[in-house]
């Protein structure tokens, strides 16, 4: 599997967020850290979410994305526009009721001139097993299936923190 990577560009009011390769919690931190600024960003009009080259999500990279859309909710006209082309990785946005925060689209739009490289914020267990948490509450919060999916799993974790 490749390695998965974040980019970012913010140009013309318009936030691109660029997810490729195996997306997983290592990168959680790294996408954690793209929410409130991006809620607060000034000038924001569009979110962009481009998926076109991951190969895999797992169930923590996709709360942050559903973290994401919740945080702009409210705050831009239109919901964020996801681009995905890989059938897994769209079946699981499906499966995940995301479908219903954002707008997914096939058709690549226009790619800002230059991204950013968002370096992967190293997390301790601590701090991933609560990012962990925070991302499966936010999808069990969406529809009562990612709840009975995800409630389990919280649990677990909750259980386990250190004290």
């Known amino acids: 599997m490749d390695e998965g990577r974040l980019q970012a560009a913010f140009e013309d009011g318009v936030f691109v ?5 195996d997306v997983r919690l290592t990168l959680c931190a790294t996408l954690d850290q793209q929410v409130e600024p991006l809620a607060e960003l000034a000038g924001l009009e569009r979110v962009i979410i481009d998926l076109r080259e991951v190969t895999n999500m797992d169930s923590t990279a996709l709360g942050f994305l ?5 945080a702009v909710q409210g705050r831009i006209n239109a919901r964020p526009l996801v681009m995905v ?3 897994d990785v769209r079946r699981m946005l ?8 954002v707008t997914i689209i096939d058709a690549p ?11 992967a914020r190293e997390s301790d ?15 069990a919060s969406i529809n009562e299936h990612n709840r009975i999916e995800f409630q389990p799993l919280i649990d677990l974790l909750e259980s386990q923190r250190q004290f």
């Open 17 to 21: 967020l660029k997810l490729t390769g």
């Open 66 to 70: 559903a973290k994401i859309a919740l």
């Open 85 to 87: 082309e890989h059938p």
């Open 94 to 101: 499906d499966v995940m009721g995301l479908r219903s925060y």
């Open 109 to 119: 739009l226009a790619e800002p001139a230059c991204f950013d490289e968002l370096p």
């Open 125 to 139: 267990e601590e701090e991933l097993r609560r990012r962990v948490i925070e991302a499966h509450r936010t999808l």
